[in-house]
């Protein structure tokens, strides 16, 4: 070949690579700007880019049980049915006041055994179907034919199942379309604040009697957003409902609620853009929170109690002397001061001190190790015994590092000759087991869910409550009647000596080590304006926006 030949092949050949190049770089860069497009995309999913639609990302600390809000009792399920559903009476913003809800007015009769609602019109449910008073009864037809199994709030709220002798519920009865006559057996105090409860969301009859028991699967409420997917373990989505009836709310088009369980992980999240609003925020990561612009701290006002529960039916939990001697040996302190960074309380009670009702005369149980084994070598348990220690597999508002605190009472036991193996489940199945009665020890905690001291010590101590939310099984017939009577006592200083009684109670035959009442934590973008944290943990996002 001639040289020109030669240098007319190479050239040619220069410009053919110099086209696969070109386009081999115009490929790429069309790939990459998919994925910056995606990536913006998804970004815009936090509420931070998109203009044209507002997406709240809420990462929480685990996945909800169910999304019938009547099922439940976890906080993780109420923090989405509280958007999908109403009650009929709601609270205030940041506390446990009455307001309208989806009944206007509500008039009590003079004896306390009558209650005359008035509904909201033009309201709709999610699936079309009208609001009305039919529908009311129906919802409470249905939990009031149900079991401890099915609806345990139910239970515990209004003492039992139709035909349970303690069953406050007579009858629920439509007067005309918009009005619905309550009338009870008893008068119950605290009616007015259950009624205002999370659990008792209005469901769509339409609904719930198609899915039968797969309802929580795919719920129908009249809230402010509609149920649109629930993948398992990763993520729940709910939308904005175009005819709710409060025009101009919500403010957002979506929320996004992930299952994050770690909670530094979930910080994380929040640091990398990846989500916009995180519950559970650990204590030691406030400062963290507070010194970076871009992000702000909530502060949730606290009305709950972290304890180690023991399940007083279970060998040698059946011991009293044993519990106490329990309640001597954790050093609740050191708890406090090592997860809780001076946010929260040493509990010695069942409920917090913003309760009426609260006992300030209990001593409570100080760390006492050498109490400790005296009372178990009296209880015939000097050489002490194995057990097991279930630890909470998800952070709690009450408790936010459940397995470290488990570390803690663990060396704490080893310390008066109790061997005790910690085991934990996935949440639903933890939850699920303690409720049956199967943990000797087992961690958990409580927020309250109406500000009302019965919500606390008649629902997680009584023996009405043992298969819903009793997971220790304590029974003292003592203790019920005064609970019942402080139930049906309409004048609150009678009410609020009652109470005192009951944890004096409480306090001797101890079912529970009370650990402490924390003050929760939450952080989120800059950008999020008009989030309250209700002090309940469930939290109404109808007003939340982006700046």
């Not at 770089?25 to 936090?46: F, I, L, R």
Request: aromatic share 10%; charged share 25%.
């Amino acid at each position: 070949m001639g040289k020109k030949k030669i240098w007319s092949f190479l050239l040619l050949m220069l410009v053919a690579l110099s086209v696969v190049l070109a386009a081999c770089s115009s490929d790429d860069a069309s790939e990459s700007n998919t994925e910056k497009e995606n990536e913006g995309s998804t970004q815009g999913d936090t509420g931070s880019t998109t203009a044209e639609e507002k997406v709240l990302i809420f990462g929480r600390g685990g996945d909800s049980v169910s999304l019938d809000p009547a099922a439940v009792t976890d906080g993780e399920s109420f923090k989405v049915t509280q958007n999908v559903f109403e009650t009929l009476l709601n609270f205030g913003e940041q506390d446990t006041t009455i307001n309208e809800g989806l009944a206007t007015k509500w008039e009590p009769s003079e004896d306390g055994l009558t209650y005359t609602f008035t509904l909201r019109e033009g309201v709709k449910f999610h699936d079309g179907t009208d609001f009305n008073a039919e529908a009311v009864v129906k919802n409470f037809e249905r939990w009031a034919n149900g079991s401890e199994d099915k609806f345990p709030y139910y239970a515990s709220m209004f003492g039992g199942f139709v035909g349970d002798e303690g069953h406050v519920i007579e009858s629920v009865t439509a007067d005309g379309d918009y009005t619905v006559v309550f009338k009870l057996k008893r008068a119950q105090a605290p009616f007015l604040k259950n009624i205002a409860m999370s659990p008792f969301g209005i469901a769509s009859p339409t609904a719930f009697e198609a899915a039968g028991n797969k309802f929580g699967d795919n719920p129908v409420g009249t809230g402010p957003f509609k149920f649109v997917e629930w993948k398992r373990n990763d993520s729940i989505t709910i939308e904005k409902f175009p005819e709710y009836w409060n025009a101009g709310f919500p403010k957002l088009d979506k929320i996004i609620f992930r299952a994050i369980p770690d909670n530094s992980a979930r910080l994380n999240e929040l640091l990398a853009n990846k989500i916009d609003l995180a519950d559970g925020i650990n204590p030691s990561d406030a400062a963290t929170v507070e010194g970076d612009s871009n992000l702000q701290l909530f502060k949730r006002p606290s009305m709950n109690v972290g304890y180690l529960g023991l399940t007083t039916t279970r060998p040698p939990f059946d011991n009293v002397k044993v519990r106490q001697a329990i309640n001597y040996a954790i050093d609740k302190q050191s708890i406090v001061d090592a997860f809780f960074e001076g946010r929260a309380e040493i509990a010695k009670n069942p409920m917090p001190p913003s309760i009426s009702g609260y006992n300030e005369d209990i001593p409570g149980y100080e760390y006492d190790p050498e109490k400790a084994k005296q009372l178990l070598a009296e209880a015939g348990f000097a050489d002490g015994f194995e057990m097991e220690l279930w630890a909470m597999p998800v952070p709690r508002p009450y408790m936010p590092d459940g397995a470290k605190v488990a570390e803690v009472i663990q060396k704490n036991l080893e310390d008066i000759g109790v061997k005790a193996t910690i085991v934990s489940f996935e949440w639903a199945t933890y939850l699920e087991k303690a409720r049956n009665g199967e943990a000797d020890a087992f961690m958990l905690g409580w927020t309250g869910d109406n500000g009302d001291a019965d919500n606390f010590i008649y629902v997680l101590l009584d023996g009405d409550n043992i298969g819903s939310n009793n997971y220790t099984y304590y029974d003292n017939q003592d203790l019920h009647k005064i609970l019942i009577q402080a139930q049906t006592e309409v004048d609150e200083d009678k009410r609020n000596e009652l109470y005192k009684q009951a944890q004096e109670i409480i306090f001797e035959d101890a079912p529970w080590v009370p650990l402490a009442h924390s003050t929760p934590l939450l952080a989120g973008t800059a950008d999020i304006v008009n989030f309250l944290p209700h002090p309940t943990g469930s939290d109404k996002l109808t007003n939340v926006d982006f700046k």
